[in-house]
């Protein structure tokens, strides 16, 4: 994921101020870019810290309703580049993190595996206490028990359930209340989380300013 801004005369830039543009070295050309990647990416770590996008509106909640800060680490790998003196790239240096911000900036789904969900989480110790989140996943889906007194059987509590499965057998049986047939990978959907960009007014108003401060130093 970048953000790719070129300075041209579609910007509101006055007529004085793209002469200049045009007129400036190299050097300075760059060196102007490189300044408003900088400001470009202040803004993008703004939004993080404060996990709102581009309009404002608070960061899409993670679908596994955990709560923390999210994309934290999405600001702080971000540079600017520029190409051919003209064009400014703000991205991240490692291509695997760009792709994750891309998903993350644009929305979409995301493939996943048995293997990777290993690489990430570690491997499952399916014989450690089933998890508060897994029995309250098993309540929610009707898991029952024998009646201790009199035939039938009546839904468990979360505690009962903690205390007697452990995480393989409760996976295993969660799977199957909920239906779900074994798989080696599966989508995992990811609600877009814009926090790079600009409106072309404001770009523009800061190039100007960039502008004119290259201007008085001289």
């Known amino acids: 994921m970048s953000l790719v801004i070129t300075p041209n005369n579609k910007q509101a830039l006055s007529a004085k ?15 102007l870019l490189k300044t408003l990647g900088r400001y470009e990416r202040k803004l993008a770590r703004q939004r993080i810290r404060a996990q709102t996008t581009l309009t404002g509106t608070k960061f899409a909640p993670r679908a596994n309703g955990k709560k923390g800060k999210m994309l934290k680490r999405m600001g702080k790998t971000l540079e600017p580049y520029v190409k051919a003196t003209n064009r400014l790239e703000l991205k991240h240096k490692n291509a695997l ?3 994750v911000a891309a998903l993350q900036q644009q929305g979409g789904s995301e493939k996943m595996t048995a293997a990777r969900m290993a690489r990430i989480h570690g491997k499952p ?18 898991y029952k028990v024998r009646k201790t007194k ?5 839904r468990a509590t979360i505690k009962e359930i ?14 199957k209340l909920r239906g779900e047939k074994s798989r080696n990978s599966w989508s995992i959907p990811v609600k877009a989380r814009p926090f790079l960009g600009d409106t072309p007014q404001n770009v523009q108003a800061q190039l100007a300013r960039i502008l004119n401060n290259l201007n008085k130093r001289g």
């Open 162 to 175: 903690m205390a007697s499965l452990n995480h393989g057998k409760a996976t295993l049986i969660l799977s």
């Open 17 to 31: 101020q793209q002469l200049q543009l045009l007129a400036l070295p190299s050097t300075k050309r760059i060196r």
């Open 97 to 99: 993190t760009g792709r």
């Open 125 to 142: 110790d399916y014989k450690a206490p089933c998890t508060r989140s897994q029995a309250k996943a098993l309540s929610a889906e009707g």
């Open 150 to 154: 009199g035939k039938g059987y009546r």
